[in-house]
């Protein structure tokens, strides 16, 4: 079973510019997590999908912050413009509806702005 | 509030050594219980979790954890430490239903000395 996808791994951009980081989940999994993970912290949700519906978006900061899941399946996560403290790791999970309800990761997308 | 305490920031311990990770949790329903562990780099990667049953569960890498429901505790344990069990580990809660958003602690770091 292929695990969740993440790209790109590492991205590099100045502030005020725009990224977008993609997601592709476990095949059949109707539930899909944006979080963020500043250095040092633990993950913090950003956006939590069942299938392409919007569940909990209340951390999002949706002023430079977007994210979609048009077809319930892959997602994109938009930051735009980017902002210093924006610099963090990007985790994609999901899970399933009927299992116990663990969360699988991916590896994450390392974004720096300078 | 729902909430996942672990007590613990940064442990060091020598390898070979046994250890304990602690995990308290305040949760409202009989909950599922996860504990995670991040490389460096890398995403989390789930090492047992606690559903129902038996109490105390069997994970991966040689890691087992007990439910106490009286302590509201769920701590990690592992009998001997090996110098790759060095990473970030997260103990999570969640809870059945249509909502199961997982809920975090802060992480606790493990460092082993040779």
């Known amino acids: 079973e292929a695990g969740v996808a993440q790209s790109p791994r590492y991205k590099i951009i100045e502030k005020r510019q725009s990224v977008a980081f993609w997601c592709n989940p476990i095949s059949g999994h109707a539930t899909l997590y944006w979080y963020q993970q500043i250095l040092g912290q633990g993950p913090k949700l950003l956006i939590q999908?069942?299938?392409?519906?919007?569940?909990?978006d209340s951390q999002l900061p949706k002023d430079r912050f977007s994210a979609e899941r048009l077809k319930g399946v892959d997602s994109t996560l938009k930051i735009q413009p980017a902002k210093l403290e924006d610099s963090a790791v990007y985790l994609c999970a999901s899970q399933s509806l009927t299992n116990t309800g663990e969360l699988f990761f991916g590896e994450g997308s390392r974004l720096t702005v300078l | 509030a729902q909430s996942v305490t672990q007590p613990d920031i940064h442990i060091t311990v020598s390898e070979g050594a046994s250890l304990e990770l602690r995990c308290n949790y305040s949760y409202g329903a009989t909950p599922y219980l996860f504990w995670y562990v991040q490389s460096p780099g890398q995403g989390l990667q789930l090492l047992l979790k606690?559903?129902?049953?038996d109490t105390l569960v069997q994970g991966i890498k040689g890691f087992e954890a007990e439910f106490k429901r009286s302590q509201s505790s769920f701590n990690l344990r592992k009998p001997s430490v090996h110098w790759s069990d060095a990473a970030e580990y997260f103990c999570a809660v969640g809870a059945s239903g249509n909502n199961r958003k997982l809920i975090w602690g802060l992480g606790t770091s493990l460092a082993v000395n040779p």
């Open positions: 999908f069942q299938n392409n519906g919007v569940v909990d």
């Open positions: 606690y559903f129902s049953g």
